[in-house]
């Protein structure tokens, strides 16, 4: 397993722009696969975005064109960006990774055996 750790998170207006980042520690970041989630209260944590080793993505359909993942294999971290963010994004962003060995769903959060404690994100009107 890795170790995960999110920042970036923040109060933003809406129509507003924040990247989140996803520092991985560990060997091999390379060769996972990295998924963005979010959690709202009342809600089931859902995936957003996520990446594989070969740099291939997708996306829920609500975020597509809006939301970006990369990822830079050199520095070891993943990035979220998120643009023109409404209200209903406001929720606690998790990363999470898994070896490409068992990433068969990137937006399946059972797929993902290792995580980061979440960073919040609040979208004001």
């Known amino acids: 397993q890795v170790q995960l750790a999110e920042s970036g998170g923040g109060s933003v207006q809406a129509g507003g722009s924040l990247r989140l980042s996803c520092a991985v520690s560990?060997?091999?970041?390379?060769?996972?696969?990295v998924g963005w989630f979010r959690q709202s209260p009342k809600k089931e944590r859902g995936g957003i975005a996520g990446i594989n080793s070969h740099g291939w993505t997708k996306y829920i359909e609500s975020v597509k064109g809006r939301f970006t993942i990369s990822r830079d294999n050199a520095k070891n971290t993943t990035y979220l960006h998120m643009n023109d963010l409404t209200p209903e994004a406001s929720a606690m962003y998790y990363c999470a990774a898994t070896p490409y060995s068992r990433c068969t769903n990137l937006l399946e959060k059972n797929d993902y055996d290792s995580w980061g404690q979440g960073t919040p994100v609040t979208v004001t009107s």
């Open positions: 560990g060997y091999g970041f390379s060769s996972y696969c």
